[in-house]
């Protein structure tokens, strides 16, 4: 019920825009997060933003290069992401979350299956 798009490859430096879109009834409830996971490690919290969007908070690498929005019009969650590094490759996932928001990948209420985002030096 969440679907997440935008991903592809960029060098480093350029822009992604990824965006998760949400076929959740009540989407305006969930808190939504992205998180992500590069080739070999765990999955990670990237950023957050809250069921009205006046509340956000990032892990301390996307803060500065990535801003999270959300559309509660359109069920969209978008997390713009500027100056990329090659550290930032990895699978990106939307997750939402209905009664909090978490910097941790567990409890959530759904996930969407990710969009893979190659960066190169």
């Known amino acids: 019920q969440l679907v997440e798009s935008g991903g592809g490859s960029a060098q480093a430096g350029d822009s992604l825009r990824l965006s998760c879109t949400a076929s959740?009834?009540?989407?305006?409830?969930?808190?939504m997060g992205w998180f992500r996971r590069a080739p070999g490690q765990q999955r990670e919290f990237v950023a957050a933003i809250s069921w009205n969007g006046h509340t956000k908070f990032y892990q301390d690498s996307a803060k500065g290069r990535f801003t999270v929005s959300r559309d509660n019009q359109k069920k969209t969650v978008d997390l713009q992401m500027n100056s990329l590094k090659p550290e930032d490759t990895a699978v990106y996932y939307c997750?939402?979350?209905?009664?909090?928001?978490?910097?941790?990948?567990?409890?959530?209420?759904?996930w969407g299956k990710g969009t893979l985002v190659t960066v190169s030096s």
């Open positions: 997750a939402a979350r209905r009664f909090s928001m978490s910097r941790r990948p567990y409890g959530m209420d759904y």
């Open positions: 959740i009834r009540a989407f305006s409830n969930y808190n």
